[in-house]
């Protein structure tokens, strides 16, 4: 969620609005004033700090991906939930409905994926995409896995697909040029959303 945008820092005094709520406080400081809009994220500082990944390779460090099972569809924004694999928001999503699929075992590498787990993940990629066209409709995906740190993945210890929808113009300039993804939806809301419009089947799915 976006915490305000402002071309200078908040400063003192308070100034009531209309409504008599506290408006803006304008913060005493030193600097020059200058065209910039600034973008205020405080809550990205979990990310930056690295809070919730993993101390090490096993499950025990502290993998995420094993431990947000435990919790409620609703605490740990699990879409649904497979015999082999799961779908959860992905955190820090570059575009709204940004999913992960992720199997359950705590594997590292896609050649280690059993049969079971590789049906899952496909099967569940194919949901995933059935249910954010029916929900945001969506104009295209990117779908892929990076297979190591080095290839960017940010957990690399527990395997997981990216499905990410895209939309015409979703790329504007906020992300290129301001290194800022602005999302209209809470986590909350969107998870909801797309576990409301999870299909039960798939077009594969034997007896459809």
Known sequence: MLTGMSSEPEQQPAREREDGTPGPRRQEGVGVPDDFQRLWTPHRMAYIRGEGKPTGPRAEDGCPFCG??????????????????????????????????VPYRHIADYTDLTDAETLGVADFTKRAMTAIRAAAGAHGFNIGLNQGAV??????????????????????????????????????????????????????????
């Open 151 to 208: 290839a960017g993945a940010g957990i690399a210890a527990h395997l997981h697909q990216h499905v990410v929808p895209r939309w015409g113009g979703d790329a504007n300039f906020m992300p290129v040029v301001g290194h800022t993804r602005v999302l209209p939806q809470l986590l909350a809301d969107t998870r909801e959303l797309l576990a409301g419009a999870w299909p039960t089947t798939t077009s594969s799915t034997p007896g459809r």
């Open 68 to 101: 947000l099972p435990d919790r409620s569809d609703e605490e740990a924004l699990i879409v649904a939930r497979g015999e082999a694999v799961y779908a959860v928001l992905n955190l820090y999503p570059y575009t709204g409905g940004h999913l992960l699929v």
